[in-house]
Nanobody, 121 residues
């Protein structure tokens, strides 16, 4: 079983910065796409940013030019650098990875445990 563990997050004032990371661990696996989602109270979970295995990135419009997603495939880790944070960025942030188990072969989406990001205005 592949486990995803997130770190980072916390409380920051509006205009500040935070960084998140998420690392996958286990044996006999590969990672395809990686991404960050968030869920605010009373709202649906939404995709914030994604990065393909080749490095192409995509962002929800509300975070473009403020957030940066990156990955270190050698460490099975995805990062999210969040700058110029706004109160509306307050949410629980989850990482998601496309996991490929080599033997026996199968694919599935793995999720991190979630980490709270709170932006005070």
């Amino acid at each position: 079983q592949v486990q995803l563990v997130e770190s980072g997050g916390g409380l920051v004032q509006a205009g500040g910065s935070l960084g998140l990371s998420c690392t996958a661990s286990g044996r006999g696996f590969m990672i395809n796409a990686m991404g960050w989602y968030r869920q605010a109270p009373g709202k649906q979970r939404e995709l914030v940013a994604a990065i393909a295995a080749g490095g192409n990135t995509d962002y929800v419009d509300s975070v473009k030019d403020r957030f940066t997603i990156s990955r270190d495939s050698t460490k099975n880790t995805v990062y999210l650098q969040m700058n110029s944070l706004k109160s509306e960025d307050t949410a629980v942030y989850y990482c998601k990875m496309g996991i490929v188990i080599l033997v026996p072969f199968r694919k599935y989406d793995g999720w991190g445990q979630g980490t709270q990001v709170t932006v005070s205005s």
